[in-house]
Nanobody, 125 residues
Framework: QVQLVESGGGLVQAGGSLRLSCAAS???????MGWFRQTPGKEREFVAGISKSGSTTDYANSAKGRFTISRDNARNTVYLQMNTLKPEDTAVYYC???????????????????WGQGTQVTVSS
């Protein structure tokens, strides 16, 4: 059983920054990980993903140039540094882990088998 716990969300003004963290427990081998976000009435959308080793990353177009995903496997933690935040970034952000047989991230939420509870990010204009 894998547990994922997100933290770092909050209220920030447009142009500001936040760093989200996702702490994983229950799995001794690192998984490929992803960050997703969701707003009411919309489907969960991919934001960023990172491979098991951290050597490969992927970003949604909306995140490129502003967000950076990273990981510290010694601490079993994945991060999402979000800069130049915009009101349209307001959402609940979730981290997710892929099954161990996959080394890279995926943009498909269905490709992940464990999810955190989410952390709210609100960007005011």
């Amino acid at each position: 059983q894998v547990q994922l716990v997100e933290s770092g969300g909050g209220l920030v003004q447009a142009g500001g920054s936040l760093r989200l963290s996702c702490a994983a427990s229950g799995r001794t081998v690192s998984s490929a990980m992803g960050w997703f976000r969701q707003t009411p009435g919309k489907e969960r959308e991919f934001v960023a993903g990172i491979s098991k080793s951290g050597s490969t990353t992927d970003y949604a177009n909306s995140a490129k140039g502003r967000f950076t995903i990273s990981r510290d496997n010694a601490r079993n933690t994945v991060y999402l540094q979000m800069n130049t935040l915009k009101p349209e970034d307001t959402a609940v952000y979730y981290c997710a882990a892929r099954p161990l047989q996959y080394s890279g991230p995926s943009i498909d939420p269905g490709a992940y088998d464990y999810w955190g509870q989410g952390t709210q990010v609100t960007v005011s204009s």
